[in-house]
Structures are given as C-alpha cells and as structure tokens.
C-alpha cells in the first residue's frame, strides 16, 4: 500500500517524486540557455561590428534595436513573440522557438553592449597604428583590437549567461516545459511548495556556479598564455 504523499517525509517525497522531474526540467533550461546564448552571442557581435562600421544607417540600426530590447520588459517581448508576432507574419510558432527566439533576441542587445564597451576600452592608437600599417577598419578590427578584448569580455559574457539562465523561467508564460514551468505543476498538484521550490532554487544556483566556475578557469587560462 503507497504512503499518501502527504505523509512522505522530505527526502522521500523529494527523492521519489520532486527531484527526477526537476532534472528533466533542468536539462530543459540548459538547453534553452546555450541555444539562446549561442545565438544572442552571434547576433550581439554581428551587431556590435555594424555599430563599428561608422555608417550612420547601420549605427541607427543597432542603437534603436539595443535600446527596443534593453528598454522594454523580457516577459512583453516573450508574450509578443509567441501570441502577436505568428498572426502578424502568417505562421505558427511553438513555445520552444518561441522563447529561445525572444530570449536570443533580448540577449543580443546586452552581448552588443559587453562587446562595445570591451572594443572601446582597446585604447585609440592601436586603430590608427593599424591604419598606418595599411590595414582597413574591418582587418583593423579583427587581427588587432577584437583579440584583445577576449579576457576583458569573459567575466560580463558568463554573468549575461548566468542571468539569462534565470531569464529562462519567464518561458513558462508560455507553457514551456523548462525548470520553473516544472516546479509551479508541482507546486500546485502536491501541494508542497516548499520542497518544490527549494530544489528548484538549488538547480538555478548550481548551474550559475557552473558558469562562474567556467569564467574563472578560462580567466587563469588566458593569464598563463599572456592574455591580456
């Protein structure tokens, strides 16, 4: 005869019901943070090079873009992406595309401004003493300044990933079955919320200290190379 759920103490009602389920939704958050960050990285980088072209309609561009995405709230863009957004271009979208499309999209617009503050912080002479080595903007850019922005970028890129990491549970607006998502049915069929959303909290925690950890090597790394 089952023990009612009521009456488990707390490692078996978390041991048996809580924490396999958690994991499953965790695998879903990793997920859904590297492809997201995977490709806010791409797109933030492609943005910061067309702000660097010093035109000015590519300037306007990723400056209106940083500051749609940056001055408006995550969870408005999720919602718009998933509900206004397939109405407005003809199509249907899933809540999986769907948030990792606007969390990829919100995302950029912070890696843009980590990679512009890092390019900006690459003194003004290394530019011109490209230039006058004969090199153009774009190869000035990439063999001089860019590789020397690397160490500086990585402490801002690991904590965007780590917030985008807590980013990920506004998807559950849109029935992504991502970590929180998990936790709240949980919550609410058992009834247990505090065992529930302790492990949840445990697994958000974890996977931040995984990225800083991760920093934190390739800090040391590039220190033993040279890197600057």
Do not use: C
């Given at each position: 005869?089952?023990t009612?759920?009521?009456?488990?103490?707390?490692?078996e009602?978390s041991?048996d019901?809580?924490?396999?389920?958690?994991?499953?939704?965790?695998?879903?958050?990793l997920?859904i943070?590297?492809?997201?960050?995977?490709f806010?990285?791409?797109l933030g980088?492609t943005?910061?090079?067309?702000?660097?072209?010093?035109?000015?309609?590519?300037?306007f561009?990723?400056?209106?873009?940083?500051?749609l995405?940056?001055?408006?709230?995550?969870l408005?863009q999720i919602l718009f992406?998933?509900?206004a957004l397939?109405?407005?271009?003809?199509l249907?979208?899933d809540s999986?595309?769907a948030?990792?499309?606007?969390?990829?999209?919100?995302?950029?617009?912070?890696?843009?401004?980590i990679?512009r503050a890092?390019?900006e912080?690459?003194?003004?002479?290394q530019m011109e003493a490209?230039?006058?080595l004969?090199?153009?903007?774009?190869?000035?850019m990439y063999?001089?300044?860019?590789?020397?922005?690397?160490?500086r970028?990585?402490p801002?890129?690991?904590?965007?990933?780590?917030?985008?990491?807590?980013?990920t549970?506004?998807v559950?607006v849109v029935?992504l079955?991502?970590l929180?998502?998990?936790t709240?049915?949980l919550?609410?069929k058992?009834?247990r919320p505090w065992?529930?959303?302790?492990?949840?909290?445990?697994?958000?925690?974890?996977?931040v200290?995984?990225?800083?950890?991760?920093?934190h090597?390739l800090?040391?790394?590039?220190?033993?190379?040279?890197?600057?």
């Amino acid at each position: 005869m089952e023990t009612p759920v009521e009456l488990l103490g707390f490692w078996e009602f978390s041991k048996d019901l809580v924490i396999p389920r958690l994991l499953v939704g965790m695998l879903v958050t990793l997920k859904i943070t590297f492809i997201s960050g995977f490709f806010g990285l791409l797109l933030g980088f492609t943005l910061t090079l067309l702000r660097f072209l010093n035109f000015k309609m590519t300037t306007f561009f990723t400056i209106l873009y940083v500051t749609l995405f940056r001055g408006t709230p995550l969870l408005l863009q999720i919602l718009f992406i998933y509900f206004a957004l397939p109405p407005l271009l003809g199509l249907t979208m899933d809540s999986g595309p769907a948030g990792i499309l606007a969390l990829s999209l919100n995302s950029a617009a912070y890696f843009s401004e980590i990679f512009r503050a890092a390019i900006e912080s690459v003194p003004k002479g290394q530019m011109e003493a490209a230039r006058a080595l004969g090199l153009t903007h774009l190869q000035g850019m990439y063999r001089i300044i860019i590789p020397q922005t690397f160490k500086r970028l990585i402490p801002p890129v690991v904590n965007e990933l780590a917030a985008l990491t807590k980013d990920t549970s506004l998807v559950s607006v849109v029935a992504l079955a991502e970590l929180l998502y998990i936790t709240q049915r949980l919550g609410a069929k058992y009834l247990r919320p505090w065992e529930v959303y302790f492990w949840a909290a445990l697994g958000y925690l974890i996977i931040v200290m995984i990225l800083s950890t991760l920093a934190h090597r390739l800090e040391v790394g590039l220190e033993k190379r040279g890197g600057v």
